[in-house]
């Protein structure tokens, strides 16, 4: 079932600013972690030394630029989830979808690769893999989409059948085509699921309870 949501409720579910969990989620892995300590440390050593040689009038930006750049492993992740999140909000149309998991699977992601040589002096590629769930979705009009995210052990309490809740956006008012989904929530075992916490989640469930428990 899809259930229309007014655009003056978005903000509610989809913030503009990152939240913690968002920032989280941005912040990455250890190694994009590492990237961004990388870059701050060195854009705030060469903006520092070049604010103690200079001695004029820029001297006031180098000293910004120099705290910019320290404050990027900050700022960075805040800055990327907050883009995702407008990047959401800005489909014109917007529904609560309310379903069923149809059918449950595992997949394998690369998650990085890198070449090391073996015992021979050969080159070997390396592949960092990781398990993905996916859920297939539907609803009584039938086959709606699929949701695919990291798998964790909590995971394992979802079964065909489970009642299932997200939003769904698109530019089309009729969503048969060219449609997102967002994380899901299901209600019966209280789980949060998907790869980005895109919706303020009590937000969220308080809308399904409105539209849907009424």
């Known amino acids: 079932m899809l259930i229309p949501i007014k655009s003056n409720q978005i903000t509610k579910l989809i913030p503009a600013v990152g939240t913690g969990s968002q920032f989280k989620y941005a912040l990455g892995n250890p190694r994009k972690i590492l990237q961004r300590v990388i870059v701050s440390s060195i854009g705030g050593f060469i903006s520092l030394i070049i604010f103690s040689s200079i001695g004029d009038q820029t001297n006031n930006f180098w000293l910004l630029l120099c705290v910019v750049f320290f404050l990027y492993i900050i700022w960075g992740p805040i800055i990327e989830s907050s883009r995702k999140n407008l990047q959401l ?14 059918d449950i699977y595992k997949t394998e992601k690369i998650e990085s690769s890198r070449e090391q040589s073996n015992r021979q002096g050969r080159l070997e590629l390396i592949e960092k893999k990781r398990n993905w769930l996916v859920l297939e979705l539907e609803d009584e009009d039938g086959y709606l989409g699929k949701l695919t995210f990291p798998m964790e052990n909590k995971h394992s309490q979802i079964r065909v059948g489970s009642n299932i809740r997200c939003l769904l956006t698109s530019d089309n008012r009729n969503f048969d085509r060219d449609f997102y989904l967002t994380d899901a929530w299901l209600p019966e075992i209280n789980l949060w699921v998907g790869e980005y916490p895109y919706l303020l989640r009590p937000a969220f469930e308080e809308i399904c309870y409105i539209y849907i428990s009424r």
């Open 89 to 102: 909000r800005k489909y014109k149309f917007f529904s609560l979808f309310d379903g069923y998991v149809s």
